[in-house]
């Protein structure tokens, strides 16, 4: 009966900034590990950044100062800010959640597209 549904996404100009929003389905939303995914074609799918339950964030490297993850635990909401976007952030990003004590995300969104142009 999980359900994580994405919005958000669209065409923006390097430099530019977008802001994606998943809405969370979940029961205990606030225990749950929230991350953000992306891939683009021919890639494998990466995780962009994390946020646990207490709020400890995490970034792929080439993100951390530009995105920003957050969570609404009273609406089950969470989100990424993405600022300065580089053609290279471009691809489909996808909202997932895992319990803190697993490695595996079980539970993920259907996507909403980020395309960055130059």
């Known amino acids: 009966q999980v359900r994580l549904v994405e919005s958000g996404g669209g065409l923006v100009q390097a430099g530019g900034s977008l802001r994606l929003s998943c809405a969370a389905s979940?029961?205990?939303?606030?225990?749950?590990?929230m991350g953000w995914f992306r891939q683009a074609p021919g890639q494998q799918r990466e995780l962009v950044a994390s946020i646990t339950g207490p709020g400890a964030t995490d970034y792929l490297n080439s993100v951390e100062g530009r995105f920003t993850i957050s969570r609404d635990n009273q609406n089950n909401t969470v989100s990424l800010q993405m600022n300065s976007l580089k053609v290279e952030d471009t691809g489909l990003y996808y909202c997932?959640?895992?319990?803190?004590?697993?490695?595996?995300?079980?539970?993920w969104g259907q996507g909403t597209q980020v395309t960055v142009s130059s």
């Open positions: 997932a959640a895992k319990s803190a004590w697993n490695d595996d995300w079980p539970s």
């Open positions: 979940l029961s205990l939303f606030r225990i749950y590990t």
